[in-house]
Each structure stands twice: as structure tokens, then as C-alpha cells.
């Protein structure tokens, strides 16, 4: 296959990109910055990598022509600053403009592309300690929940090319780095243990994983929403202590919520306001998971 990627550089597409080369796929890789993309992504003659201003239309939609399969992952990260109203502003359009020209390039594209996998997240369902959610549950009421639904509406937009679309709601992604790089701090200086009350959910995936559903997304029959969560999600105080056990180091010393807004600005509200998310429909799709409980995931992480 040649599959363009959108996000490429990021902590989930920069492995996607490794995989596909691995499998012998042909990648165009899309970035806002080429001399940062060609560190981060491995050298390799099936690569292109394309320089592109996501926000806009231009000449870098052309490349889409050709390709098989699409996978746009472009997005401001959500848990680094403070939601200003112009972060939020950009938190919004780095997603749906993104994707809106993406989706027009492949309504102009010849030959089109057969398959769109849009990136969106278990956000889209807001947060609750009791409720647990599915892909067929209603939205949540709060800003990140609006995000994703802006999000997947312009993605939807691709049916009317007769594009396959896959959209994805992704849960916290666990490997070295990312949500979980930050959370582990305080357990290396020995002063770990449950992340604000502890009873919130911690919907979370393997990036293993998820790059493997998002490979099988491009490459089977999938089509709709799959939430791209492991089936076994956990509240926070299990998940600190696994990670306590894994990590051979105190688990009971409770970081303050307010601590981890220090780290992460207001999307720390992703970590201490979860959500219950299951993956029905990824699992009924056969889908099997190398990492199904968080235990598995974090020994193999941190081994
Ligand atoms: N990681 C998670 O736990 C998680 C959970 C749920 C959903 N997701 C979603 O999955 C997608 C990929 O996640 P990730 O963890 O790989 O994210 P990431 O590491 O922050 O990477 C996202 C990529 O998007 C591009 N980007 C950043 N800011 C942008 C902007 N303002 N406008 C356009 N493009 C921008 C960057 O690529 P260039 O600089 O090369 O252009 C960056 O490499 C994101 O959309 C994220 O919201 C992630």
C-alpha cells in the first residue's frame, strides 16, 4: 500500500510510520516541519516526506492522489498549556481544518484513495466515574467532547467520495513518553501514588496496539467508529499501583491533582476526570490485543 499520514512526527504517527515502512509500505509523510521529520522518521527510500500547512489548501493535496489509504493524526496537543481561548481556538482548528482539507484532497484526488482512518478520542464522550461508554453512546457536554465532535463531523464528510472512513477514539496511549513519560516522575523519585481522588477511569491502549488496529483498519473491511481503547480499563488507584509493582516503588503517596496541572495545563482534566470507555465494536471486529490488561502493557513498557 502508499498511505499518506498526516501527525506523522507525533508519539503515535512517528511509530506508525516505522511499522508501515516495516511491512513494506510505501509512506507519504505530511509535517508542518521536513527538517524535524527527517530526524524523527526512519531513512528509507519508501518514504516522501512532504512539507504542508495543514490549515490551508495547497499544492501538498496532490499527493494524496494515488495513495491507497490515509491516516490523519494532525493535532495541537492537548495536555501541555493552559486552554487560553486562542489555544482553544487552535485546539479546535488544528483538527478540523486539518481534516477538512484533508478530506477535500481526496475528494479531488485521481485515483482516490479507498480508505480514510481519522483520528479522534474517547473524549468525545466526556468524563463521568460511573458511567461506562461504548461506541454507540451519546457525546459529552464539555469542550474536548465538542472538539471531537467538530472533528469527526468533518471526517465524515469523506462518504461523500465513496471513501472507506474509519474513525478512531483513541484512549490515553501507553508507551515510554507521552501521558504516561509524565505521570511516571514522581514514581521514579520514590513519591508515587493515586493521581487526583484515584476513583476517576483510565481508559487507556498500548501504542502497539493502536498502531496495529490502525494498520488493520487500513488493510480490512472496518468501517464507522471503534473506540481504541484495551479492554480492560482501570480506575486511577489501579493503575498507580500496577504501576508501583512494575516499577518496584512506593504507590501510596497521592500526587495532588493541582501538581499535575503544573505538568500538564488543563488537559490534565484527561487524566483526572476519566472516563469508562469499552472497545465494543473493536472487539466484535475480531480485533486481538498484544496488550489486552495494564499490567501486561506497563511491564512490557517499563522492563
Ligand atoms: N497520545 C494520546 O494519548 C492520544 C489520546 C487520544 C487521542 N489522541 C490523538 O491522536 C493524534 C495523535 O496523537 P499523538 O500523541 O501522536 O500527538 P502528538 O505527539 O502531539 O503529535 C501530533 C502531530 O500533529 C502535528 N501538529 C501539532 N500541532 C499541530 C497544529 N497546531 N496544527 C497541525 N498539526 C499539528 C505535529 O506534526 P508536525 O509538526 O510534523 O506537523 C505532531 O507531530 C492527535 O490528534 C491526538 O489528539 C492522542
Known sequence: MKVAVTGSTGFVGSRLVERLLAENHQVVAFTRNVSSAERVLPKSENLEIVAYSPKEAGEWQEKISGCDGVVNLAGEPIAENRWTPELKKTLLESRTLTTQNVVNAIAQAN???????????IGFYGTSETASFDENSASGQDFLAEVCRAWEAEANKVKESGTRLVVLRIGIVLENGGALGKMLAPFKMFAGGPIGSGKQWFSWIHR??????????LTSDMEGVYNATAPNPVKMA?????????????SWLPVPGFALEAMLGDGAIVVLEGQQVLPK??????????YPTVKQA?????K
Open 281 to 290: 465494536r473493536t472487539l466484535e471486529s475480531g480485533f486481538e490485543y498484544a
Open 298 to 302: 506497563l511491564e512490557a513498557i517499563l
Open 111 to 121: 485515483p482516490k484513495p479507498s480508505v480514510l482512518v481519522n483520528a479522534s478520542a
Open 238 to 250: 489501579e493503575l498507580t499501583n500496577t504501576l508501583g509493582q512494575v516499577m518496584n516503588r512506593p
Open 208 to 217: 502497539e496496539d493502536l498502531v496495529s488496529l490502525m494498520i488493520r483498519a
